[in-house]
Every structure is written in structure tokens, then in C-alpha cells.
T-cell receptor, first 114, second 111 residues
Framework: DAGITQSPRHKVTETGTPVTLRCHQT?????MYWYRQDPGHGLRLIHY???????DKGEVSDGYSVSRSKTEDFLLTLESATSSQTSVYFC?????????????FGEGSRLTVL | GNSVTQMEGPVTLSEEAFLTINCTYT??????LFWYVQYPGEGLQLLLK?????DKGSNKGFEATYRKETTSFHLEKGSVQVSDSAVYFC??????????FGAGTTVTVRA
């Protein structure tokens, strides 16, 4: 199994509070991704990173920011959580450019915003 | 832009039944196509892939053939087991640095 750890695995928070989700990998893969999974929508890309300090927006990036200061860590931050951000968040990594090789996924972080 | 459309679920089958999940795509160029599977409580994992037209991907008894003429990549398994109960995602890439996923199809296999 690919070495990907997401934390926290479960979190309940209130509207307006900041939340940070962490993805940690031990594979030294260059590319890292944050997806959210919602019923009827499948997986939607929030942000991705193609190297340390190199990040870009995905299709649903509003309300989210990311940072990657080390190869192994990719942080997703909700500056002011809203109920629409209640979701399951998945981190993924890949050795090659996304879509040309296999993506390895973490086990997910379930976030509930009350 | 590039995208995939897969059949909506949920799909409920009896053990040993034949499973087909339809997936069609829209793309420029020559994308690679993938099927990912998500077992309950887990993240997604790659099931199979095909990188060019007429390629057949196969794994764990599942197969899918990359059909350029019909822009399709349907997933099939001849005899499903209870352990095949999962959510199946069709995906296409590359789309810039990204993989584009379908909405997912939930499959439940009854004993």
C-alpha cells in the first residue's frame, strides 16, 4: 500500500471556524491532489500540487487554500468553514503527471460543518 | 473539456450474475482511460487502465476495452461476488495535470 496518511480522519466543526486537513506521504511522489467526494458528484478536484510551493486550482477551489512546503506534506485549509463544505476529502498522490499514471489515494477525511 | 459520463446506479445483482457498467468519454487527443474502485470505508484504488485505442485492461476478473469509434470504456465482469460490492469510477486523463472522474456507480451484490 502507498504510504499516505490523512489527518484528522473525522472532524465536526461549526460554521465560520477555520479547518486544516493534512496529507502526509512517504513515497516521495511529486504530484499531490485534494479531492472532495459528494453523492451524485463523484470526485471533484479542489487543488493540486506539482512540486514544493507549486500549486494550482482545480474545479471547485472557492473557499479552499493549500500549501506545500515539503515534498511529503500537502495541507488543505478552509479559512471559514460553511455547511456546503461538509464532505469526504481525499488526498491522492502520483509519481507521474496526473492522468498518465496511477493515482494512490488516502483513506479520506470526513468533515461535518454544523 | 475532457470528461466522462458513466451510468447511474445503484446497481443490485445476485452473486454470479454478469455486470456491465457503461462509461463514455469526450476528449481531444488521445487520453488514457481508467476504472477505479472504492470499497466501503476506503479510498479509491486503480482497478484497470488502457492507454490507447483497442487496448483491453483487465484485473480481478474485470475487463474494459478502449473503443475510440464509440468513445466508450465499459466495465464488465462475467460472474460477480459479494466482495465486488463497491463504488466504481470511470476516469480519463490527462486533463492538464488532472484526472477527470465520472460520478461513480454503486454496485451491490447479494448472496
Amino acid at each position: 500500500d502507498a504510504g499516505i496518511t490523512q489527518s484528522p480522519r473525522h472532524k465536526v466543526t461549526e460554521t465560520g471556524t477555520p479547518v486544516t486537513l493534512r496529507c502526509h506521504q512517504t513515497e516521495n511522489h511529486r504530484y499531490m491532489y485534494w479531492y472532495r467526494q459528494d453523492p451524485g458528484h463523484g470526485l471533484r478536484l479542489i487543488h493540486y500540487s506539482y512540486g514544493v510551493k507549486d500549486t494550482d486550482k482545480g474545479e471547485v477551489s472557492d473557499g479552499y487554500s493549500v500549501s506545500r512546503s515539503k515534498t511529503e506534506d500537502f495541507l488543505l485549509t478552509l479559512e471559514s468553514a460553511t455547511s456546503s463544505q461538509t464532505s469526504v476529502y481525499f488526498c491522492a498522490i502520483s509519481e507521474s503527471r496526473g492522468g498518465t499514471g496511477e493515482l494512490f489515494f488516502g483513506e479520506g477525511s470526513r468533515l461535518t460543518v454544523l | 473539456g475532457n470528461s466522462v459520463t458513466q451510468m447511474e446506479g445503484p446497481v443490485t445483482l445476485s452473486e454470479e450474475a454478469f455486470l456491465t457498467i457503461n462509461c463514455t468519454y469526450t476528449a481531444t487527443g488521445y487520453p488514457s482511460l481508467f476504472w477505479y474502485v472504492q470499497y466501503p470505508g476506503e479510498g479509491l484504488q486503480l482497478l484497470l487502465k488502457a492507454t490507447k485505442a483497442d487496448d483491453k485492461g483487465s484485473n480481478k476478473g474485470f475487463e474494459a476495452t478502449y473503443r475510440k469509434e464509440t468513445t466508450s470504456f465499459h466495465l464488465e465482469k462475467g460472474s460477480v461476488q459479494v466482495s465486488d460490492s463497491a463504488v466504481y469510477f470511470c476516469a480519463l486523463g490527462p486533463n492538464d495535470y488532472k484526472l477527470s472522474f465520472g460520478a461513480g456507480t454503486t454496485v451491490t451484490v447479494r448472496a
